[in-house]
């Protein structure tokens, strides 16, 4: 079946612009997770979605970051204003439901690169 | 003192060796754990779960150790397509949070 996917694969942005990225997790994956990785850096946790629901943003980095779901699907995460240190990976990854055992399948990323 | 540490490496190792990564971990209430695979440029995916007994699959093999909060990963019989970076992966008991470590850098060399 399809994998995690996510457009655009590439965004080149100006500073000050708005961009949105999507994800599109795997068909009845409940739970869907956003991640940032800088260039030589681990990932670092953004936001999460139980459903259409996000129980906790604190890992947004600032108010310019936002996310949204609907439909228990699509996901879009919204950079307002970027600026050039929100240059990155964006990862998306879904699971079944969060629990012991359950595995995160990541998306191949959107490469976002603020001039 | 991160939540998650790894040593970031290289590890330059010949084909055929044996190398073992270690990952800490400082909350005691981790539950689940995972060593998720890196390639360069490319998304991570999981490579295998730790589980309390300790688990294998072919060459790989994951060891967990509470007492200790740590979790090792050993590679046999090392292969050249296992250059990648490896990610320790932390889950807190009953919470959706998935801690990453930030990598441990292996290279294979014929």
């Known amino acids: 079946g399809a994998g995690v996917s996510q457009s655009p694969s590439n965004k080149v942005t100006e500073k000050g612009k708005d961009v949105e990225l999507r994800c599109d997790p795997i068909?009845?994956?409940?739970?869907l997770y956003w991640y940032r990785q800088r260039l030589g850096q681990g990932l670092e946790f953004l936001i999460y979605?139980?459903?259409?629901?996000?129980?906790?943003k604190s890992g947004l980095p600032s108010d310019r970051f936002s996310a949204e779901r609907t439909g228990e699907s699509v996901s879009t995460l919204t950079i307002q204003r970027t600026q050039q240190e929100d240059s990155a990976v964006y990862l998306c990854?879904?699971?079944?439901?969060?629990?012991?055992?359950?595995?995160?399948?990541f998306g191949p990323g959107t490469r976002l690169t603020v001039l | 003192r991160k939540e998650v540490e790894q040593d970031p490496g290289p590890f330059n190792v010949p084909e055929g060796a044996t190398v073992a990564f270690n990952c800490t971990y400082s909350?005691?209430?981790?539950?689940?754990f995972f060593w998720y695979r890196q390639d360069c440029r490319k998304e991570p995916k999981l490579l295998m779960s730790v589980y309390s007994s300790g688990n294998e699959d072919g060459r790989f093999t994951a060891q967990l150790n509470r007492a200790s909060q740590y979790i090792s990963l050993l590679i046999r019989d090392s292969k050249l397509s296992d250059s990648a970076t490896y990610l320790c992966?932390?889950?807190?008991?009953?919470?959706?949070?998935?801690?990453f470590g930030t990598g441990t850098r292996l290279k294979v060399l014929a």
């Open positions: 909350n005691s209430a981790s539950q689940s």
């Open positions: 990854a879904s699971s079944l439901r969060p629990g012991l055992t359950d595995t995160q399948y």
């Open positions: 068909s009845g994956h409940t739970a």
């Open positions: 992966v932390v889950n807190l008991s009953g919470t959706y949070k998935y801690i």
């Open positions: 979605f139980q459903g259409n629901s996000a129980p906790d």
